[in-house]
T-cell receptor, first 115, second 109 residues
Framework: ETGVTQTPRHLVMGMTNKKSLKCEQH?????MYWYKQSAKKPLELMFV???????ENNSVPSRFSPECPNSSHLFLHLHTLQPEDSALYLC??????????????FGPGTRLTVT | GQNIDQPTEMTATEGAIVQINCTYQ??????LFWYQQHAGEAPTFLSY??LDGLEEKGRFSSFLSRSKGYSYLLLKELQMKDSASYLC??????????WGAGTKLIIKP
């Protein structure tokens, strides 16, 4: 495996379900990110981990819970979601979250539908 | 507040040149990025500008004017595979990327 991988690629869940999204990067990077992408809207940064420490939480509802057990893995735990949470969830990584010149590498995303 | 503006959609002809503009207002500036995103795929990095001027990379060039809060992405010799969304993003003083909504570029034969 190379680059950034995400599983599952598609997920349909009810509002009472609990599920988790997984992201893995094989690039040796130290920063990982969760983004939400809704149609015709800018990417919304949700969480940032730099060297396994959470450095950013952009006022994300508590029904989204991130976990970063090591620099290569990132999870997004989901529970009691709302229909408006349906979107594409993208994971990204970069060499160092505190250095501006490093570009972010994105995974293919998980298409989430909440019914 | 922080804001990135770019056109929603543009159409161009195969073989032609197209310029996609981006204007920004952010708290601090640590560089401007352009990404390409094909439908159903991940965004991929195209360019990074932190100083004023033009950066050329093959058929793609990116320009920055920090005093005007303005950038553009120039695509030459357009190919059908260039049909995609182009995302402008600015890194603010907290090293977080602020994203525009993207410009959908449609290439016609």
């Amino acid at each position: 495996e190379t680059g950034v991988t995400q599983t599952p690629r598609h997920l349909v869940m009810g509002m009472t379900n609990k599920k988790s999204l997984k992201c893995e990067q094989h690039l040796g990077h130290n920063a990982m990110y969760w983004y939400k992408q809704s149609a015709k809207k800018p990417l919304e940064l949700m969480f940032v981990y730099n060297f396994k420490e959470q450095t950013e939480n952009n006022s994300v509802p508590s029904r989204f819970s991130p976990e970063c057990p090591n620099s290569s893995h990132l999870f997004l735990h989901l529970h009691t979601l709302q229909p408006e949470d349906s979107a594409l969830y993208l994971c990204a990584s970069s060499q160092d979250g505190g250095t501006p010149t490093y570009e972010q590498y994105f995974g293919p995303g998980t298409r989430l539908t909440v019914t | 507040g922080q804001n990135i503006d770019q056109p929603t959609e543009m159409t161009a002809t195969e073989g032609a040149i197209v310029q996609i503009n981006c204007t920004y207002q952010t708290s601090g500036f640590n560089g401007l990025f352009w990404y390409q995103q094909h439908a159903g795929e991940a965004p991929t990095f195209l360019s990074y500008n932190v100083l004023d001027g033009l950066e050329e990379k093959g058929r793609f060039s990116s320009f920055l004017s920090r005093s005007k809060g303005y950038s553009y992405l120039l695509l030459k010799e357009l190919q059908m595979k260039d049909s995609a969304s182009y995302l402008c993003a600015v890194m603010d003083s907290n090293y977080q990327l602020i994203w525009g909504a993207g410009t959908k570029l449609i290439i016609k034969p």
